[in-house]
């Protein structure tokens, strides 16, 4: 209960941002917009197309949720929040799940605006989306969701909040370079092999190939992704720990 009770403040949080809540979830649209037009003027640009950039821009979109996380968790460790929170009867699972729940809601809902808008594209361009391909992007986007949110919660809690936001950017413009989510990987040269071990190239591939029916490589992919869940999360529940102590004394 204790858990809930912190997501749901965290929640409110988030909503008394719109500013974020417009980088969450507005800018990624705009970007499938922008891509859409791009596309329109260049013959032959299939990596335009909305059944080939939708997933990419979702993947991409959750960048934007490891923003807001670290900068939530590094904000309320300035305001000193979280120090009066220690003497609570709430344990580190506490927090952790008080953070991660609105996380993912919010990674939850880019996904169903950014759907939205990908039909609407698709229909008047006449391109075919797989109903139940995209349904699986649903499932198969929790593990790199679970990523983004449990990087900012180890970035809020390593980093100060004037920096958190900054260090944050960079992640942000690496995933989108990196991520394959407008560009093809095969430009990139010998960064090509590096991409396939990051968190972000798997679960656009996964969203593609579950739009596509075309699942060579799925589960490869999948456990990729799964671990990296995994990992990252056990380092920031380590890293929020640390932090409890050292700012408890």
Not at 57 to 82: C, E, G, N, P
Request: aromatic share 12%; hydrophobic share 55%.
């Amino acid at each position: 209960m204790k858990a809930w009770n912190f997501a749901s403040r965290n929640i409110k949080e988030i909503l008394r941002d719109p500013l974020g809540i417009i980088f969450c979830v507005i800018f990624p649209v705009a970007m499938i917009g922008m891509f859409q037009l791009i596309g329109h003027y260049t013959p032959d640009a299939y990596w335009f197309n909305i059944d080939v950039l939708m997933p990419g821009i979702i993947v991409f979109a959750f960048a934007f949720v490891m923003l807001y996380m670290a900068i939530l968790v590094s904000k309320d460790r300035a305001t000193s929040l979280l120090s009066r929170l220690y003497s609570s009867p709430m344990k580190t699972s506490d927090y952790i799940i008080g953070y991660g729940v609105p996380g993912i809601i919010l990674g939850y809902l880019q996904i169903i605006i950014c759907v939205i808008v990908s039909y609407i594209i698709a229909v008047a361009t006449g391109v075919s989306l797989s109903f139940g391909g995209v349904l699986l992007n649903f499932a198969v986007d929790l593990p790199v969701i679970v990523v983004m949110t449990a990087i900012g919660i180890l970035f809020g809690s390593i980093l100060s909040d004037k920096s958190a936001p900054g260090v944050s950017s960079a992640i942000i413009t690496i995933s989108a370079v990196l991520g394959g989510a407008w560009m093809p990987l095969e430009t990139m040269g010998s960064l090509e092999t590096v991409c396939k071990f990051l968190p972000w190239y798997p679960a656009t591939c996964m969203g593609r190939m579950a739009v596509s029916g075309e699942y060579e490589g799925f589960w490869m992919y999948l456990v990729t992704d799964i671990a990296y869940a995994v990992v990252i999360s056990v380092l920031a529940v380590i890293a929020f720990k640390k932090m409890m102590v050292k700012d408890n004394k």
